[in-house]
């Protein structure tokens, strides 16, 4: 995990998680916020590729969950305590992109390898077996997450900018699309 932006990637899946939460039973939801981690971690370290555009959105921070709240319907009322302090870490692009991986575990790898033209490289991020490769255990665990109509308007919302992103990347950096 890119140490640096630790707050952005546990509030960004903790956004994930709550918006869309696990089947149910303790094991469903460790197995959806592994998917989750690895989805927003990955979205992260390609959204703040370079150790500067990691420090700046500590710096001036990434903006909150007001507007994926308001997608989802949830109208969450802004922060103003500690208990509602993590959603103004939610960085929503992240999030966005986060949400477009778990639905599209093609993308998902093509990102994943993506992941060596960053500041942070791919061995730092960790595997992302459960995303890029989802067992049916997996899609059982987190069904809501996967669901590419439901979480279909929180990765629309960013969706273009990812695909152009992804189809920029250095030759060699991500395998051919088809």
Do not use: K
């Not at 986060?98 to 390898?113: K, N």
């Not at 595997?127 to 899609?139: G, K, V, W, Y």
């Not at 969706?159 to 152009?164: S, V």
């Amino acid at each position: 995990m890119p140490t640096a932006l630790s707050p952005v990637i546990v509030a960004s899946t903790r956004w994930l998680l709550s918006a869309f939460p696990s089947a149910a039973g303790p094991l469903d939801d460790a197995l959806a916020e592994a998917q989750a981690g690895h989805a927003v971690t990955i979205a992260a370290a390609l959204r703040y590729p370079t150790e500067l555009d990691a420090e700046l959105v500590i710096l001036l921070g990434p903006g909150g969950s007001a507007r994926l709240d308001s997608v989802t319907g949830v109208d969450a009322p802004p922060p103003e305590g500690a208990a509602d302090a993590w959603r103004s870490w939610v960085d929503e692009t992240v999030v966005s992109w986060a949400a477009c991986l778990l639905a599209d575990a093609d993308l998902a790898v093509v990102a994943a390898a993506c992941l060596a033209a960053t500041h942070h490289g791919a061995d730092n991020v960790g595997t992302a077996r459960r995303l890029t490769i989802p067992s049916p255990r997996d899609h059982r665990a987190a069904p809501l997450l996967r669901h590419p109509d439901l979480v279909g308007p929180i990765a629309d919302l960013h969706r273009e900018t990812l695909r152009g992103l992804l189809d920029a990347a250095p030759a060699g950096s991500s395998p051919e699309r088809t």
